[in-house]
């Protein structure tokens, strides 16, 4: 973004804002001849908010550099972990020791085999 849309979009558009909500209050005032027109409340209030609206999506933005928006806080990933259940043919859930007792008979009896097949 130029530098005359920066200015423009820092200060040009708070300033229209404010403008339009002071010329909506005037408005109010023509139907309502008890309200009178207040420049904190009918100028300021809006030009602040949209002041603060210009920097926070700036600050998003990286100053309008870029069309993708970086959120404030950066979330750390949740990886997921998969929980391994181990059962048997009749549902029984199995402990981690019981399946390491299992795959260590496994071993040893592919093991033996391989032995007796090389004798």
Sequence with gaps: ?????????????PLFVGIFGLYLAYLEQ?????RKLSFDQDFMLPFMLA?????????????????????????????????IVHTTKDGRVLTQEQVEAYTKRKQQQTQTTHKSKDD
């Design 1 to 13: 973004m130029t530098f005359l849309g920066k200015i423009l979009v820092y200060i040009g558009f």
């Design 30 to 34: 023509i139907k309502d001849s008890t």
């Design 51 to 83: 002041t603060a609206m210009v920097i926070v999506v700036g600050v998003q933005t990286n100053g309008f550099t870029t069309r993708q928006i970086k959120p404030l806080v950066q979330w750390p990933t949740v990886k997921r972990v998969k929980k």
